[in-house]
């Protein structure tokens, strides 16, 4: 480059660079080596007088071999829908980034469960299958001294969720009621509180989080032949949407007469019944909340 | 068993005045509430107790509504309210529901039916013991007044509680209320910023309203399509707080 400055040598055109010039960008282009060339630039010596270099990418920029599904697996619900993509190493900034656009067939293994319309995946019915993606990436990094236009096939899972129970995320709050709590029991009554969060889970075992925000939650309460306690059952309120994630809180407790010196038990049966964001219905495992002046239990836990 | 005997044997004459039914009976002309202008509301063959809801929703009014089988099968076929004062809404709303009357108590506007069932009467105005919730959902503290107004109902039995809510629910400010009617605790627990209502089931026999929580409360900041409460007696009714 200084050769080129000091000599005033013209290009093509005729144009020489200036005398005085201290910096610019530039580019350089292999004209004999056809395809990705196997020329590359790296550490160029700016001031030889004082010692100043600029580096740089000094490798082969393509990309990694083995491109990956982002979401592995995918989960989506009957009805729903869930983009896909597909990532991989840019050997030119080491650092992993969407080949998405290079990606544009896409297909599942099973269309009974899932299908596939470019990177948007559709839950079709319960179960698992595969998605796929087909597309040309040029590959290759410093190691390879070479990067090839590769044709690839990323593929990973698809997990079409089902709502079918829930479970307690973590817990809130658990404390005894008492006419000076909050909240509190009336006059003469002592109880429990507990707030816990919630989750939906699937029909997986182990049974995988639905973490889909806009579910419409609602519960029924009933009692069972326990109710040692004397209690009458809660009413149901209006459903709640999910959010945050697909949590939802739930408060539970009671208030009696007999507490806090009862030994007592009351059970209800709780069942909550979920309208994902999807589409559908379903009606989860019923829970059985166990009440006793001394804690609150939701199946056990 | 209900323990309040005191309150047997209410005169008919009574009933009017425990339920507000006194349309009739000009509250203070200088009531700010009733300065208030309705700029615009129009419900045409509307069924009439969404249409009552949206009104007070659209125009911040707490409301209360004790149903019978009339109302919840009636509808407005016409009614268009430009640029009329508060009072002058209501009266037009409540004139085409003919067996109906509305006032104002607490701060809340009252719907209440002029042949309304004594027991119904009697569960309004029973005395429960003073109570306090705290900030939380308005669901969440209705369960609260119920544990209380239950206890006063039936002092021997407990009550069982859950409440759903998420992250985003609307959080109302904390409520602590000397000893009240039952009336007063639900136009005070609506009577709060964003405002809401309360709906009351018809009660024929106050022993049976001990038994399943007979009203329910409805936030009119929380969007979303509320059923109506007393499907058993009254039908599948909802009511969308989601704005057109």
Same mark, same amino acid.
């Given at each position: 480059m200084g050769k080129l400055i000091r000599q005033r040598m013209p290009d093509k055109n005729g144009s020489v660079l200036p005398p005085d010039l201290m910096m610019g960008s530039y580019e350089l282009q292999d004209l004999t080596d056809r395809g990705v060339g196997n020329l590359y630039e790296g550490k160029v010596i700016v001031d030889k007088t004082?010692?100043?270099?600029?580096?740089?990418?000094?490798q082969y920029c393509g990309y990694g071999v /083995?491109?990956?599904?982002?979401?592995?697996?995918?989960?989506? $619900?009957?009805?729903?829908e869930a983009d896909q993509d597909v990532w991989d190493m840019d050997n030119c900034t080491s650092s992993d980034v969407s080949v998405l656009d290079y990606f544009p067939d896409w297909g599942t293994g099973n269309h009974a469960i899932a299908t596939a319309s470019?990177?948007?995946?559709?839950?079709?019915? +319960?179960?698992?299958?595969?998605?796929? $993606?087909? *597309?040309?990436?040029?590959?290759?990094?410093? &190691?390879?001294?070479?990067?090839?236009?590769?044709?690839?096939?990323? &593929?990973?899972p698809v997990n079409v969720q089902v709502p079918t129970d829930s479970r307690i995320v973590s817990q809130i709050s658990s404390y005894a009621m008492t006419t000076t709590s909050a909240p509190a029991c009336p006059s003469k009554q002592a109880g429990w509180y507990r707030q816990v969060k919630k989750i939906v889970t699937d029909q997986n075992t182990p049974p995988g989080d639905i973490t889909d /925000?806009? &579910?419409?939650?609602?519960?029924?309460?009933?009692?069972?032949?326990?109710?040692?306690?004397?209690? $009458?059952?809660?009413?149901?309120?209006?459903?709640?949407?999910?959010?945050?994630?697909?949590?939802?809180?739930?408060?539970?407790?009671?208030?009696? +007469?007999?507490? +806090? *010196?009862?030994?007592?038990?009351?059970?209800?049966?709780?069942?909550?019944? /979920?309208? +994902?964001?999807? *589409?559908?219905?379903?009606?989860?495992?019923?829970?059985?909340?166990?009440?006793?002046?001394?804690?609150?239990? /939701?199946?056990?836990? | 068993?209900?323990?309040?005997? =005191?309150?047997?044997?209410?005169?008919?004459?009574?009933? %009017?005045?425990?339920l507000g039914l006194g349309a009739g009976l000009d509250p203070a002309p200088e009531d700010p509430f009733f300065s208030r202008i309705v700029a615009s509301f129009n419900a045409v063959d509307e069924p009439a107790v969404p249409a009552i809801l949206r009104f007070g929703r659209e125009l911040s009014i707490p409301l209360g509504i004790v149903l019978d089988k009339q109302l919840s099968s009636a509808s407005f076929?016409?009614? =268009?309210?430009?640029?009329?004062?508060?009072?002058?809404?209501? @009266?037009?709303?409540?004139? %085409?529901?003919?067996?109906? =009357?509305?006032?104002?108590?607490h701060g809340t506007v009252v719907f209440a039916p002029l042949d309304a069932p004594a027991a119904t009467a009697r569960f309004l105005s029973w005395a429960v013991s003073a109570y306090g919730v705290p900030e939380d959902t308005l669901d969440a503290q209705t369960a609260y007044e119920w544990l209380n107004i239950r206890a006063s109902l039936r002092p021997s039995e407990g009550t069982a509680f859950s409440v759903l809510s998420s992250a985003k629910s609307r959080k109302w400010p904390p409520l602590s209320l000397g000893p009240a009617t039952v009336e007063e605790v639900l136009d005070r627990l609506v009577g709060r910023n964003p405002g809401g209502?309360?709906?009351?089931?018809?009660?024929? @026999?106050?022993?049976? %309203?001990?038994?399943? =929580?007979?009203?329910?409360?409805? @936030?009119?900041?929380?969007p979303g399509v509320v059923a109506l409460p007393c499907p058993d007696q009254l039908g599948n009714a909802s009511y969308s707080t989601i704005r057109p």
């Open positions: 004082y010692g100043h270099v600029a580096y740089g990418c000094a /083995d491109p990956w599904m982002y979401w592995d697996p995918i989960l989506t $619900a009957t009805g729903g470019v990177h948007v995946i559709t839950g079709v019915a +319960p179960g698992s299958t595969t998605n796929f $993606a087909s *597309g040309t990436l040029t590959v290759g990094g410093a &190691s390879s001294y070479k990067c090839l236009a590769t044709p690839l096939q990323p &593929s990973g /925000d806009g &579910s419409v939650i609602s519960e029924s309460l009933g009692l069972t032949t326990t109710n040692q306690l004397n209690l $009458a059952p809660p009413n149901p309120f209006a459903p709640v949407t999910t959010s945050g994630g697909g949590y939802c809180n739930d408060q539970f407790g009671f208030c009696n +007469p007999l507490c +806090p *010196g009862s030994s007592g038990q009351t059970d209800l049966n709780e069942t909550f019944t /979920d309208k +994902p964001s999807s *589409g559908g219905t379903y009606t989860l495992k019923t829970h059985t909340l166990a009440y006793t002046c001394k804690g609150d239990t /939701d199946n056990g836990n | 068993m209900a323990t309040k005997p =005191r309150l047997i044997g209410v005169v008919p004459f009574l009933l %009017a005045a425990i076929k016409e009614i =268009r309210i430009e640029h009329a004062p508060v009072k002058v809404a209501l @009266d037009q709303l409540s004139s %085409a529901l003919p067996s109906y =009357r509305w006032s104002l108590e209502a309360w709906i009351l089931c018809p009660i024929n @026999d106050i022993e049976k %309203a001990a038994e399943s =929580r007979p009203f329910q409360l409805i @936030d009119y900041s929380t």
